[in-house]
């Protein structure tokens, strides 16, 4: 048989569809279709299920952040203009790029229990639909649904004592 890129076998399967998505979305949207979706969130499912039977504890965060919040977790003067904001009513805000923003400062401001970490890391699976402007970067990547601008994908984050440390 003839090998198939993802394309490929996304089409042959009627699994996405790219000019419906642009239509709605804009340049890099696309509608995932029929079982497609189904395997996506079947391989989510077993992600999230292969790592909390290995004792990590699944979050799915907010998808925006206060600007505070993210300036603790990323350099803004850096990745402002790949981040989505959000404006409204009250403050601005951040969609988030990746789970690790928000679950980087799920704790901050608390004092976490040496002891507690002396007996092994905090373990995240963070699950999350996530948003960057920096898709498609120069040309690069830009045949179906790679390089897109909103995605989900499971992470894992740990929190551990410093080396060294008693």
């Known amino acids: 048989g003839k090998k198939l890129n993802h394309v490929g076998v996304l089409t042959a399967l009627q ?12 340049g890099r949207g696309y509608f995932l279709r029929g079982e497609i979706v189904l395997l996506n969130y079947a391989l989510i499912n077993y992600g999230l299920h292969f790592l909390t ?9 907010p998808f925006f952040m206060r600007k505070e919040a993210m300036a603790q977790c990323a350099q803004l003067e850096q990745f402002d203009e790949e981040l989505y904001h959000v404006t409204g009513e009250g403050e601005d805000k951040y969609l988030i790029a ?3 923003q928000p679950i980087a400062v799920f704790h901050a401001g608390e004092t976490l ?3 507690e970490l002396k007996k092994g890391p905090i373990r995240y699976v963070g699950m999350s639909t996530n948003f ?3 898709a498609g970067k120069h040309g690069s990547d830009t045949l179906g649904i ?8 499971i992470e894992q984050f740990c929190i551990t004592k410093p080396d060294g440390e008693s």
Request: no cysteine; charged share 35%; hydrophobic share 25%.
């Open 15 to 26: 699994g996405m569809d790219t000019e419906r998505g642009v239509k709605v979305a804009g």
């Open 53 to 61: 039977s290995k004792g990590y504890t699944a979050l799915q965060p």
């Open 146 to 153: 790679f390089r897109t601008h909103q995605f989900e994908k």
């Open 98 to 100: 990746t789970s690790e």
């Open 113 to 115: 229990d040496a002891e």
């Open 132 to 134: 960057r402007k920096e």
